[in-house]
């Protein structure tokens, strides 16, 4: 592993040079404020028609629309959505200036070619490791969110020193940046969401929710087991990991963990896993997704609207309305 720290970077080589930022959303917002904050220039590429720009304005910062944001900017970053950049990078790309660099905070597009950069062009990926309310609140403590680096395609030599210095800017340097490759980030990402953090907690949170409601346990009771308490779950895991888990929670819970928690997580679970992770290291996945919206997402809205109309929703809902220390 090749992990940077701020000692490993040189800042002059972004010094006086023009930093474009496209999309003012979650990483966006926060790339473009801590870079402003690091004493960059940064412009932000906004549609004109869109709510972002005033947001972006009042933030502080300079906005012109995308096409305008290229001409001159040595580091244009996409922080679009994902299947909005390969349009965009086609609107903006005649404006960037030979040597430039194009920047991502995902892999999706370089990985999967549905951008072919100019051959003049670095292409280069910092991914921070959570989400960009974290890497601004991290960045005004004075800390930092780990990133991820990777260079796919080095014109001018300087891509990794470029790559660092914007790592620098955001505050990533600060808690340290590993090396990995497009491909790398892309497909371990995609793996995480898929088959752990989003779609494997939520399917084993409500699969928990619905056991105990159709053994007749009260579904206040099952909410409160199944997903409330998932937090402090979370919260012990990444503070300290595994040890630190076992360490707070009880021995009866620790010893249910370990001789139930393989009755859940089997070797059919492992093989789906494993299919899940074929998918998308051979495509099978991004190619799904990319079809998907080009017919208008129908799939992808009918199960968001079946997921949201879950019963554990409108339970879950009553009960956080009670807990007036949480965020709204």
Known sequence: MQMYSEADVDASCLEGKRIAILGYGSQGRAHALNLKDSGHDVVVGLRPTGASWAKAEADGLAVQEPAAAAIGAAVMAFLTPDLTQ?????????????????????????????????????????????????????????????????????????????????????????AGVIETTFAEETETDLFGEQAVLCGGVTELVVAGYETLVKAGYQPEVAYYECMHE???????????????????????????????????????????MQEILDDIRDGTFARKWIAENKAGQPEYKRMMEEDLNHPIEKVGADLRSRMDWLES
């Open 230 to 272: 998932l937090k402090l779950i979370v919260d012990l895991l990444h503070e300290g990991g595994l040890k630190k888990m076992h360490e707070f929670i009880s021995e009866t819970a620790a010893y249910g963990d370990l001789v139930s928690g393989p009755r859940v997580i089997d070797a059919h679970t492992r093989e789906k």
């Open 86 to 174: 390969a349009d965009l990078y086609a609107s903006v790309v005649d404006n960037l200036h030979q040597g430039a660099a194009i920047l991502f905070a995902h892999g999706f597009n370089i990985h999967y070619q549905q951008i072919e950069p100019r051959a003049d062009l670095d292409v280069i990926l910092i991914a921070p490791k959570g989400p960009g309310d974290l890497v601004r609140r991290q960045y005004e403590d004075g800390h930092g969110v780990p990133c991820l680096v990777a260079i796919a395609q080095d014109s001018t030599g300087n891509a990794l020193k470029l790559a660092l210095a914007y790592a620098q800017g955001i505050g990533g340097a600060r």
